[in-house]
């Protein structure tokens, strides 16, 4: 993501659906190898967080915005 945003191949709108994607990749990765999922998405959210602090602002209001309407 990092990559493809540096390139300018990707879009705001984009970068934010791709964090719920990483998320959801976490998953069910971890379903699939027998993992606890809610772990597993806990710590991508950790590592994402800490990878991408100042680049992606957009990222973070998505995903602030879209926890708020799960919420």
Same mark, same amino acid.
């Given at each position: 993501m990092?990559a *493809?945003?540096?390139?300018k191949?990707?879009?705001g709108?984009? /970068?934010?659906?791709?964090a719920?994607?990483?998320?959801?990749?976490?998953?069910?990765? *971890?379903?699939?190898? !027998?993992g606890?999922?809610?772990i597993?998405?806990?710590?991508?959210?950790?590592?994402f !967080?800490?990878? *991408?602090?100042?680049?992606?602002?957009?990222?973070l /209001?998505?995903?602030?915005? /879209?926890?708020?309407?799960?919420?």
């Open positions: 990092i *493809a945003s540096t390139r191949w990707t879009a709108v984009y /970068e934010g659906i791709s719920l994607s990483i998320a959801a990749f976490a998953y069910l990765l *971890a379903s699939l190898i !027998g606890n999922g809610f597993a998405t806990f710590v991508a959210g950790l590592t !967080g800490h990878v *991408a602090k100042d680049r992606f602002s957009y990222v /209001e998505f995903t602030d915005g /879209e926890g708020q309407v799960v919420m």
